[in-house]
């Protein structure tokens, strides 16, 4: 690495440490989840991987959570018969699902495994603090640290691990997702479901023959070898094919982990009736694609009219038909020629 990258990762570090502060508007949005204290003895939240999300919190009340995560690097399937090193949050790319509800008190409890090369921590963008967490977790292979946060605001936010090179942890894909419920829970639906985008930038490895390692320079000039759903070519395509069936609704919670290509969603043959934009209040409705900057997340819902095989893609089409960011939703049942009729008419 040479001087100039240097100074701009410790740079970073710094800024990771700094005390945060929050705008007027979101000090009074948080301010009814302030006054409500979490109740009853901790217990440990139960974490998914993707593309499973933990079950709805429904209308209860503000509790105290245990989440406990473990960083590792480790070597596993990019595309194809393709290894790649990882480093994850709890074994996955993406990270572990965490789902929690506003006015929740939450302890994080970061582990770094004992065979790990670099420090690690966690920078979740639901916390309020300084460096929405980074500092405190940071954890030397081996070790465990922890924190304990508010979960102030309702949303869908991004988690990643912060400790420098930050391009080169998240890059090789250490992000995950963190849903905030609001106050009664989420409305109902019949399928939920985690995607989150990321770009890899690949080399082969000095140290391991076959095996491709992260590429600096690729990262630099942001030129990708791979964007990938949930961290792997064809996650969500044959047998991991999501599913539904006819009259269903679905959501779909989607992050954008980066580390630096924004997605432009789209769910090929579907509208989204609903779109949490920016995965916070603001919801939109009848949209086509969504975009989700690195970092940010969307939550998107729609109800299924009709049976097929549904293409999910970036709609930066390059990516998903040469760079890995295509899945599918298979939708089961009755056909409903009203709404859709493949029929065609020949003519003579």
């Not at 759903?229 to 044959?238: D, E, H, M, P, V």
């Not at 954008?256 to 949490?276: A, C, K, M, W």
Request: contains cysteine; neutral net charge.
């Amino acid at each position: 690495m040479n001087f100039k990258n240097f100074l701009f990762f410790t740079m970073a570090a710094a800024i990771f440490a700094l005390p945060s502060c929050k705008s007027g508007s979101n000090q009074n949005n948080s301010s009814a989840a302030a006054t409500e204290e979490a109740q009853g003895t901790p217990q440990v939240a139960e974490v998914t991987g993707a593309p499973k999300v933990p079950a709805p919190v429904g209308n209860r009340g503000p509790k105290k959570w245990i989440v406990n995560l473990e960083t590792t690097e480790t070597e596993g399937i990019i595309a194809d018969s393709i290894s790649y090193t990882f480093w994850t949050f709890n074994h996955t790319v993406p990270g572990s699902f965490i789902r929690v509800r506003v006015g929740d008190e939450v302890t994080i409890n970061l582990k770094n495994a004992a065979n790990s090369v670099l420090p690690h921590n966690i920078d979740l963008h639901a916390v309020t603090g300084p460096g929405g967490g980074a500092a405190a977790s940071t954890s030397a292979p081996g070790k465990e640290t922890s924190f304990t946060f508010k979960a102030l605001n309702p949303g869908l936010f991004v988690y990643h691990c912060a400790a420098p090179p930050v391009p080169m942890h998240i890059g090789n894909g250490m992000y995950g997702l963190i849903l905030v419920e609001p106050a009664g829970g989420l409305p109902k639906v019949d399928r939920e479901y985690y995607i989150m985008q990321g770009d890899f930038y690949t080399k082969a490895s000095a140290a391991k023959k076959g095996v491709l390692e992260f590429d600096n320079d690729k990262a630099v000039a942001e030129h990708p070898d791979y964007v990938l759903f949930n961290g792997k070519k064809g996650s969500l395509l044959g047998a991991n094919m999501l599913e539904a069936k006819v009259g269903e609704t679905v959501r779909l919670f989607v992050g954008n982990g980066g580390p630096n290509l924004t997605s432009s969603f789209h769910v090929i043959g579907e509208i989204f009736d609903n779109v949490y934009l920016e995965g916070g209040s603001t919801i939109s409705h009848n949209i086509q694609t969504t975009m989700i900057p690195a970092g940010g997340s969307a939550i998107v819902e729609f109800k299924c009219d009709v049976p097929g095989e549904f293409v999910i893609v970036d709609h930066s089409l390059s990516r998903a038909f040469n760079k890995g960011a295509i899945g599918k939703l298979k939708v089961t049942g009755d056909a409903n020629p009203k709404v859709f009729n493949a029929k065609t008419l020949v003519k003579e």
